[in-house]
């Protein structure tokens, strides 16, 4: 009988562990949002759509180029070559140029989780809750209390302190300590302005803002023009985390007017969406790509093991794949 593996969290990482293990394993992926992304979410409304978490990634390893490669064919990862500027309150933009491929997905973000999804078995909107030791495997509960089913091994790609509110500590030892997640905030706004700045996308410096990106102008998108993301810094956002959220939307607000020169007026529409967890700390210590204990047949992995972003996600969770081929 094959070995029945619960995975949790159907982000980049969880989808990687599902599709690597899926011959091998009876998977069972649980995913507490409605639909597929994690931090690499789109939100839509019917003109507009945002890209709210992951903006680019880039593919440095053999095995992260090697997933991407029919993705690419088929142009649902899409190289993207923006006008890049940095921005900062008190000096002049100057242009910043990339030396490696930057990728986006389209139509959104999310779309090449949907394409890995492909015949997964996964369970939306649904929120695992606990986990606990049963007959020498593991049960799961949903938020209502629910038993999600019965399984031998259970691997979180959820964000660190999801995970650990999860998995039993004792099982995992201290090895998560070391790790942290920052918070961020993210603005997606409408702006009916004629006269945009002319870049794609900037980095900014010294202001609570660290990034601005107009996503009409992403490849592969057909959406009006007028529509932004930007990104608070780690920093700014830990300081603010409970603040009234409207305020912090207005602050925002104007610190992306002040440098990009678009008029209060003409923004007609302005969300405000607060990640607790978007991105990793650096990790000081020598890192481990994930999290196992092979006797409790318990793990976790993700980007946040590896100091954050979209390709440690994938590395992460396929590194932890190569091990448990080899004792599943
Ligand atoms: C604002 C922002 C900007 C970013 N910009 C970039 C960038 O430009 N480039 C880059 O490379 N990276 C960027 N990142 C980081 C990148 O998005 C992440 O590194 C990557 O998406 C992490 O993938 P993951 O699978 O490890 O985690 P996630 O995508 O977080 O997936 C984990 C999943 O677990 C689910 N989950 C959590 N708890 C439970 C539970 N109890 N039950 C069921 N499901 C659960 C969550 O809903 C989520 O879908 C950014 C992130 C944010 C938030």
């Known amino acids: 009988m094959k070995p029945r593996i619960a995975i949790i969290g159907a982000g980049l990482a969880g989808l990687t562990l599902a599709r690597e293990l899926n011959s091998i394993a009876d998977i069972s992926l649980f995913e507490k949002a409605r639909g597929l992304g994690g931090r690499m979410s789109t939100r839509r409304n019917d003109t507009h759509q945002w890209d709210h978490g992951a903006q680019f990634f880039t593919a440095r390893s053999r095995a992260f180029n090697a997933l991407l490669a029919p993705f690419i064919a088929s142009a649902t990862v899409v190289e993207w070559q923006p006008n890049i500027t940095t921005l900062s309150p008190d000096q002049a933009p100057f242009k910043r140029p990339w030396f490696e491929p930057h990728y986006v997905a389209a139509p959104g973000m999310n779309s090449l989780l949907k394409a890995m999804a492909g015949e997964l078995d996964i369970h939306l909107s649904t929120r695992v809750e606990q986990v606990r030791a049963h007959n020498g495997g593991w049960q799961l509960f949903d938020d209502k209390a629910q038993l999600l089913g019965e399984f031998d091994w259970v691997v979180s790609s959820a964000p660190l302190p999801q995970t650990q509110e999860l998995l039993p500590k004792s099982l995992l030892g201290d090895s998560l300590d070391r790790y942290q997640m920052l918070p961020c905030y993210s603005l997606l706004l409408t702006v009916a302005d004629a006269d945009l700045p002319h870049f794609d996308a900037a980095k900014v410096n010294n202001d609570p803002l660290s990034w601005i990106s107009f996503n009409h102008r992403l490849p ?61 700390a650096e990790v000081t210590e020598p890192e481990a790509e994930f999290v196992l204990n092979s006797q409790a047949k318990l793990a976790a992995c993700g980007d946040w093991c590896l100091g954050g972003r979209v390709e440690a996600a994938f590395t992460s969770a396929y590194a932890l794949v190569q091990v448990l081929k080899a004792q599943l």
């Open 220 to 280: 592969g998108r057909n959406i009006q023009a007028g529509t932004v993301v930007a990104h608070s810094t780690a920093d700014w956002a830990a300081r603010h985390l409970e603040d009234d959220q409207a305020q912090v939307k207005q602050q925002l607000i104007e610190r992306f007017c002040a440098l990009t020169q678009v008029a209060l007026k003409a923004i007609t529409s302005a969300q405000l969406h607060r990640w607790r967890y978007a991105l990793s």
